[in-house]
């Protein structure tokens, strides 16, 4: 299995992550707007080779998991980074209000489906981890899950959490690279942008009374991410905690960790073999003779 990149955004894996010292902005030296989308075409392009070589390399998936709060950046952060990728070697899902016949199977089902086969990317904007992020939030969303038991309680919880841990092992050691992202945006980033959806008609499709309505549970929101990143961050399904509040800044630094991660696979174009690479000359005089 790989082994997670070092960042200074790496939750780590002792538990002892705090979202009250995890910032929402970059650090003081970080390079400015210009530089970071200098940077950022940098690693577009390397990731645009990589992605060939995980292809024809054909041993690993790479599944791209993004967690935020709303109007942290997701949908922009998949769409910049992801802009030069071959779409034929990329897929991505949302996961929004489970269907009826999601509710009727159990709560990895939905994103299970949808996973990466080798040589490919996948990308969840929003995941399985909403069920311990929404729904821990409010529990009464449980009551649509027909599950056999009560649900409630810490045991409950740390049944869900082991859960998505095995899952992500389960997955790890058959080849899937796993990178799990959380855009730390802040309460007063979040509002400005909420309030540029009113404002500038173009936006006013992105913007819902519903999102408003969730600000009023950010503590409780807060709880869960913290709760989750430090029961979910493993070496082999690491969760990065990407300051979210300059948009520039951030999509680079998710950038930077997907393409270095790609390289420590230490990928190869597939090699021929000698009797192989001894047909091509008698390829080669068939094609030319044409």
């Known amino acids: 299995m790989f082994e997670a990149i070092s960042s200074p955004y790496l939750v780590p894996f002792n538990g002892k992550f705090s979202i009250r010292k995890s910032s929402t902005v970059p650090p003081k030296d970080a390079p400015d707007k210009k530089k970071c989308k200098k940077h950022l075409k940098k690693y577009i392009d390397e990731l645009d080779e990589l992605q060939r ?5 054909d041993k690993y998936a790479l599944l791209l998991v993004f967690q935020a709060m709303d109007a942290a950046g997701k949908d922009s952060t998949i769409r910049s980074v992801m802009s030069g990728v071959n779409p034929a070697g990329c897929q991505v899902f949302s996961f929004k209000q489970p269907t009826a016949e999601e509710l009727d199977h159990d709560f990895l089902w939905r994103t299970a489906r949808c996973l990466p086969e080798r040589g490919r990317i996948g990308i969840f904007n929003r995941s ?7 729904v821990k939030v409010h529990p009464e969303y449980l009551d649509y899950q027909k599950l056999p038991d009560p649900a409630s309680g810490k045991d409950f919880w740390e049944a869900r959490y082991a859960a998505i841990r095995d899952h992500e092992l389960h997955l790890a050691r058959s080849g899937t690279v796993i990178i799990k992202f959380w855009l730390n945006v802040s309460p007063e980033e979040q509002k400005n942008r909420f309030l540029s959806r009113l404002d500038e008609p173009h936006k006013n499709w992105k913007f819902s009374a519903g999102d408003v309505k969730e600000r009023g549970f950010w503590k409780e929101y807060m709880k869960a991410y913290q709760t989750a990143l430090n029961a979910t961050s493993r070496s082999w399904a690491p969760w990065y905690a990407i300051p979210a509040d300059d948009k520039p800044f951030m999509r680079m630094a998710v950038a930077e ?3 270095e991660t790609l390289k420590s696979l230490k990928m190869d174009y597939p090699e021929v ?18």
């Open 53 to 57: 070589v995980l292809y024809a390399h």
């Open 128 to 134: 399985y981890y909403e069920e311990v992020l929404v």
């Open 257 to 259: 960790i997907i393409v």
């Open 273 to 290: 073999g000698e009797a192989e690479r001894a047909k091509f000359d008698e390829m080669r005089q068939i094609l030319e003779s044409e």
